[in-house]
Structures are given as C-alpha cells and as structure tokens.
C-alpha cells in the first residue's frame, strides 16, 4: 500500500527564514510520481511541482527547491526567504503508475509571520 | 484558460436529504477525479472516471455515494439520505490523461445539519 508521511504538522517562521518541509513516501512501485500542492487559506490546491521516479534531479524554482532522494523515499520541500504570502497548508502528495492510486500527505501548516 | 469550476461552493442540507455536487473540468481533460478532504487532513480519493466511465470507485465510502459523467465532461457526485458524517469539503479534479498532473477545483463545501 502506498503511503506519504509529513511528520511536521504546524511550523512557524519570521519572515526572511528559509524553512524546509519534509515528505517521507513508502511505495512497492519502481515508477510513480510525486507531487507538492499548495492549499492557501482560500482553500483551493494548487499544483507546484511533479517529479517522476525516474529523475532524481533537484529543481529549483524561484524561492521554491525540491530535494528528492530515492534513497531514503523522501521528497523534501524548501521555501528560501520565506514570505507572508507563503503561509499555506502544503501537501505532498504519490500517484502510482497506473495513475489511479492518488495519496495525499495529512499536510503541513507552515505560518510566516511578519 | 478556464480552471476547475465546482458548484455549489457551499452546500447546507439536513440529515437524510439527498445533494448533487457539480464538476465542470478543464475543457480537454479526460480524466475527472472526486476527493473529499475534512478539516485538517489531506484530500481522500473517492472516484476517478476515464472519459465516462468510472475506472476507478474503490474509494467511495458506502453506497449512498454515486458519480457520474455521461458526456465524459461534467461530472456530479451524488449523496442519498446524507448523515452528519458527510460533512466535509469535496474536491473535484481533472487532468489530460490518467498519470497527467491533476489540477484542483476550488471544492464544495458540504454541511449536513
């Protein structure tokens, strides 16, 4: 059965901070994908990145940088200078190859304050 | 383009009604999934249709739970004699083909009185 683990339920930061939020995924797949959403106070999820099992490549997007080591099954999410507008719920989320198994994460709540 | 639009936004109904959530993907998606995320916990799968037909429906909770999705385009999830415990937020979302990143709509929000 496949599973995501976000041990971190709530952090707190000041604005400026860099803040890394940990995914931990547990899967019997060799290919499957996983994915980092954004589910701002709106309420609405919004897509950040995909990353395929095949690419252990890091990426950075901007402030946004995705570690992803197969190694240790973890898909690590980190927000440099970290910006109120940044305060959201993230969820990581692993869908498998046959893309019907589709498992969220409990989430993250990260807080920036001023 | 046009996003995922769900409506209603926001569904209050009593115990025992029966509701009909909407989903209108993104034009050119084939694929259409249904969550249900309740307060602080990551979005449930609950249904994923491939076109019209529901390739997948293991994860709606009993069966007073359908979905449908007749012209393989708008989708509505139906809840018959509803209970308190349905209360929750209902995702809708899409995306071009299974495997293909899903984008989200903006959910309805379900209270049962």
């Known amino acids: 059965a496949q599973k995501v683990t976000q041990a971190q339920t709530e952090i707190s930061v000041v604005e400026k901070e860099d803040v890394t939020l940990d995914c931990v995924y547990e899967?019997?797949?060799?290919?499957?994908?996983l994915f980092w959403y954004k589910q701002p106070p709106s309420g609405e999820l919004v897509f950040l990145i995909r990353r395929n099992s095949f690419d252990e490549q890091n990426e950075i997007s901007g402030r946004y940088s995705w570690n992803f080591q197969k190694s240790t099954s973890s898909f690590n999410f980190t927000i440099t200078a970290s910006q109120v507008v940044d305060s959201a719920v993230y969820f990581c989320?692993?869908?498998?190859?046959?893309?019907?198994?589709?498992?969220f994460g409990p989430g993250t709540r990260l807080s920036v304050l001023p | 383009g046009a996003g995922v639009s769900q409506t209603p936004s926001n569904k209050v109904t009593e115990k025992g009604k029966y509701v009909e959530l909407r989903c209108d993907p993104i034009?050119?998606?084939?694929?259409l999934y249904w969550y249900r995320q309740s307060l602080g916990q990551g979005p449930e799968f609950l249904i994923y249709f491939q076109g019209t037909g529901a390739a997948d429906d293991s994860g709606l909770p009993n069966d007073r739970f359908f979905a449908v999705r007749p012209e393989g385009s708008v989708s509505t999830l139906k809840i018959q004699r509803t209970e308190r415990g349905d209360s929750a937020v209902y995702l809708c979302?899409?995306?071009?083909?299974?495997?293909?990143?899903?984008?989200f709509g903006p959910g309805t929000r379900l209270t049962v009185l």
């Open positions: 899967t019997r797949d060799t290919t499957y994908y």
């Open positions: 034009s050119g998606h084939t694929a």
């Open positions: 989320a692993l869908l498998d190859n046959y893309g019907q198994n589709f498992v």
């Open positions: 979302a899409s995306s071009l083909s299974f495997r293909d990143t899903q984008y």
